[in-house]
């Protein structure tokens, strides 16, 4: 019956030493960690593997609901893998208690604001992309690769799409992009 913590944050500037340092005060000897977004369970290796180590009468704890998810499917998909295998979920910071009705209710309302929260920041982020691309000032990422480059390898050295995808080390398709681009006339 061991006491497990998980943190994570968001991004690679963002710091979990808190949630840590909070999860150590509530007993926590083993505590995974990472630095990768909450909105899906894929790509979040550490609490895979914390999730497949935990057992019978073990207790994960984590500071707050939303570290765990922030989507309400995936919030439910893990409370019930961790219910299945007979695993306790506790928050430091909320009351959560998956053992009553009126707990798991509290607990599902925590992740739909979570998603929630999620929802507006993506809506807010896409209305300030929109109004930058109004403004000109927005015009995304800079092209990795030149496509004169690539046009000079398809036409200077008779390459297939292939033979360039392998050799720029870009996919197949982004070769295409660029041949396309020129009969476009740009």
Do not use: W
Request: with cysteine.
């Amino acid at each position: 019956m061991a006491v497990y913590g998980y943190a994570r944050v968001s991004s690679a500037d963002q710091d979990y030493a808190l949630q840590e340092q909070a999860l150590r005060a509530a007993g926590c000897n083993i505590i995974r960690a990472e630095k990768a977004s909450g909105t899906a369970r894929a790509g979040r290796p550490e609490l895979e593997v914390l999730l497949a180590f935990l057992r019978p009468g073990d207790t994960l704890v984590v500071t707050r609901v939303d570290r765990l998810a922030r989507s309400i499917k995936d919030l439910q998909d893990i409370v019930c893998t961790l219910k299945e295998r007979g695993v306790i979920l506790r928050a430091t910071e909320q009351p959560i208690d998956t053992q009553s009705a009126a707990g798991k209710a509290f607990l599902d309302i925590l992740g739909v604001f979570a998603e929630f929260e999620t929802n507006l920041r993506r809506e807010r982020q896409l209305e300030g992309i929109a109004a930058a691309k109004a403004r000109g000032v927005y015009r995304g990422r800079k092209a990795a690769i030149d496509p004169a480059v690539i046009r000079g390898l398809r036409e200077r050295d008779l390459l297939g799409a292939t033979a360039i995808a392998r050799q720029l080390g870009i996919s197949r398709a982004s070769v295409y992009r660029a041949l396309a681009q020129r009969t476009a006339g740009t």
